[in-house]
């Protein structure tokens, strides 16, 4: 199970809920956070890895009740590289079991759509005026 677990396509883990720190990880998900074996990652707690440090609080209060899915967050790496992610889990026990996804590419491809449509905006303006203008002279 293990091998399948390190070659799936995002990040698996688990984390102690209240000190955040890691009980296991697979390779996605060690990789996404900079380390290349669990004997670095266990001296981390999960906290150290959001960049707003509300974004895990606010996730611990959600999951108490419900697990969570689709939570996006932006976290940062060892080496403080930031990403973005969509994070799943449940808690079990004292334990949060998740998953954890690097969407990173698709936040900047909405990010481009979003500029894209501001531009065609500013400019349908500027033409409206200008036919406005036109039409008055």
């Known amino acids: 199970m293990e091998e399948i677990l390190d070659k799936l396509p995002i990040g698996i883990y688990r984390t102690d809920f209240e000190t955040g720190k890691f009980i296991s990880a697979n390779v996605p998900c060690l990789e996404m956070l900079g380390f290349k074996n669990f004997s670095e990652l266990k001296n981390y707690s999960s906290a150290d890895f959001y960049v707003n440090p509300e974004d895990r609080e606010k996730m611990k209060k959600r999951i108490k009740n419900n697990p969570i899915k689709n939570y996006i967050v932006q976290l940062k790496d060892k080496n403080g590289n930031i990403f973005w992610v969509r994070l799943t889990g ?10 954890i996804c690097d969407i990173s590419e698709l936040k900047l491809e909405e990010t481009k759509e979003l500029e894209t449509l501001k531009y065609i905006s500013k400019a349908a303006k500027t033409r409206s005026k200008e036919l406005l203008n036109s039409v008055n002279i």
Do not use: A, E, P, Q
């Open 90 to 99: 449940k808690l079990n026990d004292n334990f949060i079991d998740g998953s």
